[in-house]
DNA sequence: ACATTATAGAGTCTTATAGTCTTTGATTAA
DNA sequence: TTAATCAAAGACTATAAGACTCTATAATGT
């Protein structure tokens, strides 16, 4: 069980993106270089997070990618949701009803780390990156 | 990202082992039947837990698995580490030092996890499932 | 000896991840 | 209005991991 590399991928964009903080969008060949990653893959990852709201597009000269409004308060949760999917890390097929206690307990250790990964967002990201 | 069916099975088997706390190993074959699994996958489980020593094994005639001494103490956590390995969920190869935001937030929160994985015991679950 | 049961390894099948290639569509600059 | 520039979408391939199966070997009790 592992993070997937387009997680990894992601992450480092949105932060790359947060950094830069230039008005003007850029472009996924630029993105994708500071990474050693092929520009039509990355645009594919970038395509989930558009999707998800968290950064917004436009295409032509001059296009590219950049942040939307409120990126400040975006999670690291939200962005491996925008990739992973929302879907439960244990899934056991069967549902043995409400006493069932190893998908309780499961569930409640996958929550713990999703409140940490709620708790930190972009902004604190680079804050104490730079 | 998902936990693998092998976890399930293993996660369920000592559970299965606890509960039944019978003097007399139990084979294999019984322990599929109860998980709709066929037995010779679930060996391979087994001879993992064997290999971190939460369960013994007796060959021949009457024998099969139950836990060892100390059973009671065994987490969640050790249960998914045997199979899932103990490497860390979020790996980007690079290493670039401790200034590294990213991989601090990722390893921390899924440390966040892995102390309730390891609060949450055997000998709890069995007191909550009977 | 013989039946029973775990262990080990190779081998197969399926699914998910990682990535490429190509086409289309939007936007801008000339 | 045309050409260049860029994102979006989809089909496609390749590699790796997961989920098994089969067979042979070793240990143990009767
Ligand atoms: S006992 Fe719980 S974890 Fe196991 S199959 Fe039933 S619902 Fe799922
Ligand atoms: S910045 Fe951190 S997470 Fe990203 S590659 Fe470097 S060490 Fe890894």
Redesign the interface.
């Given at each position: 069980?592992?993070?997937?590399k387009a997680t990894?991928y992601a992450?480092?964009t949105m932060?790359n993106l947060a950094m830069s903080n230039s008005s003007k969008p850029i472009g996924v060949q630029t993105l994708a270089e500071q990474q050693n990653v092929s520009p039509t893959y990355l645009s594919k990852i970038l395509t989930k997070l558009v999707k998800e709201g968290m950064v917004s597009s436009v295409s032509g000269a001059n296009g590219g990618y950049s942040l939307t409004k409120g990126w400040e308060s975006i999670s690291?949760l939200d962005i491996i949701f925008a990739i992973?999917g929302k879907s439960s890390?244990?899934?056991?097929g069967l549902d043995h009803g409400p006493?069932c206690?190893?998908q309780k307990?499961?569930l409640?250790?996958?929550e713990?780390?999703?409140?940490?990964?709620r708790r930190?967002t972009l902004a604190g990201?680079v804050q104490?990156?730079k």
């Open positions: 069980m592992k993070y997937s990894n992450l480092h932060l690291f992973e890390l244990f899934e056991c006493h206690q190893i307990v499961m409640e250790s996958e713990k780390m999703e409140e940490e990964l930190q990201l104490t990156s």
